[in-house]
Nanobody, 116 residues
Framework: QVRLVESGGGLVPPGGSLRLSCATS????????MGWYRQAPSKQRELVAT????????SYTDSVKGRFTISRDNAKNMVYLQMNSLRPEDTAVYYC?????????WGQGTQVTVSS
């Protein structure tokens, strides 16, 4: 059974940091590029960061460049998102999954709330 389990969210003040984790099961994830997505209230889900299968290549949407870092540990079937200098507009439910066109069943996500 293919599963994605996100964790690490929480409430942080503006300027704070969080590290999100995504536990994956199934070889499909370790053999494919992965991404972190987020969905804010009343907004569509957006892809914010991607990482290649081997981890050498990453990309970010403009709004998080220089603040977020995606990484992965294929030996542990884990994908991470280090988020620094958080802003209120980063508030959303964060999900990991394969890239668009290959997405699998979504996990429950992890809530990130940035507020003073």
């Amino acid at each position: 059974q293919v599963r994605l389990v996100e964790s690490g969210g929480g409430l942080v003040p503006p300027g704070g940091s969080l590290r999100l984790s995504c536990a994956t099961s199934g070889s499909i994830f370790s053999s494919n590029a992965m991404g972190w997505y987020r969905q804010a209230p009343s907004k569509q889900r957006e892809l914010v960061a991607t990482i290649t299968r081997g981890g050498a290549g990453t990309s970010y949407t403009d709004s998080v460049k220089g603040r977020f870092t995606i990484s992965r540990d294929n030996a542990k079937n884990m994908v991470y998102l280090q988020m620094n200098s958080l802003r209120p507009e980063d508030t959303a439910v964060y999900y990991c999954n394969l890239l668009p066109g290959k997405v699998s069943d979504w996990g429950q996500g992890t809530q990130v709330t940035v507020s003073s």
